[in-house]
């Protein structure tokens, strides 16, 4: 099992749908995790941080659950500029512990 | 945003030459990073440098050599690449504080250098 897996997608939403993404990690000793967005042939930019069950910031909502060992992205009302890929990183302690995911690519269309 | 500058921006260069990726942060952080990222492929973790000391080499090879004067700059020295080391080399910064890295820790991405060998 891959320490971090994501979906890759493609996600292609209608504008003003919600979307979400789940992210598992095999590591149970995981203590934090993030959300970044990465525009085409851009740097990757940190949406969201997460420490304990979840985290809200305007339309989207990152969900963590610690039994099943996921999180989960929601982005609600998808705008065309939510179009890009999204990496899931999780941080098991300390620099040498953090993973990321591939990624999973959202297409919002018009 | 210019927290975190790469340059060059794009670079083509042949098997033979030798070229330096520069990195910058303005952010105050205590460490930098440098990662390879291919097509479909996760970021890969090249090196880790904490108050100007490397502390992580994740087994990259020789041609590929760092270096970090100060906190705020970071290089990457490459010399005799081959076709598939081309990808977008990329810089991060996070605050970093010793012994152990916080799980807090929070990495900033430069623009990235987009680096093709021929």
């Known amino acids: 099992r891959k320490e971090v897996e994501q979906d890759p997608g493609p996600f292609n939403v209608p504008e003003g749908a919600t979307v979400a993404f789940n992210c598992t990690y095999s590591n149970s000793a995981s203590q934090s995790f993030f959300w970044y967005r990465q525009d085409c042939r851009k740097e990757p930019k940190l949406l969201m941080s997460?420490?304990?069950s979840g985290n809200e910031d305007g339309r989207f909502t990152a969900q963590l659950n610690r039994a099943s060992q996921y999180i989960s992205l929601l982005i609600r009302d998808s705008k065309l500029s939510d179009s890009a890929t999204y990496l899931c990183?999780?941080?098991?302690?300390?620099?040498?512990?953090?993973?990321f995911g591939t990624g999973t690519k959202l297409q919002v269309i018009p | 945003e210019t927290g975190v500058t790469q340059t060059p921006r794009h670079l083509v260069m042949g098997m033979t030459n030798k070229k330096s990726l520069k990195c910058e942060q303005h952010l105050g952080h205590n460490a930098m990073y440098w990662y390879k990222q291919s097509a479909k492929k996760p970021l890969e973790l090249m090196f880790v440098y904490s108050l100007e000391e490397r502390v992580e080499n994740n087994s990259v090879p020789s041609r590929f050599s760092p270096e970090c004067p100060n906190s705020s700059h970071l290089f990457l020295h490459l010399h005799t690449l081959q076709p598939e080391d081309s990808a977008l080399y990329l810089c991060a910064s996070s605050q970093g504080d010793l012994p152990l890295f916080d799980y807090t820790d929070t990495q900033y991405f430069g623009p990235g250098t987009r680096l093709t060998v021929l």
């Open positions: 997460v420490y304990s």
């Open positions: 990183v999780v941080n098991s302690g300390g620099y040498q512990k953090v993973t």
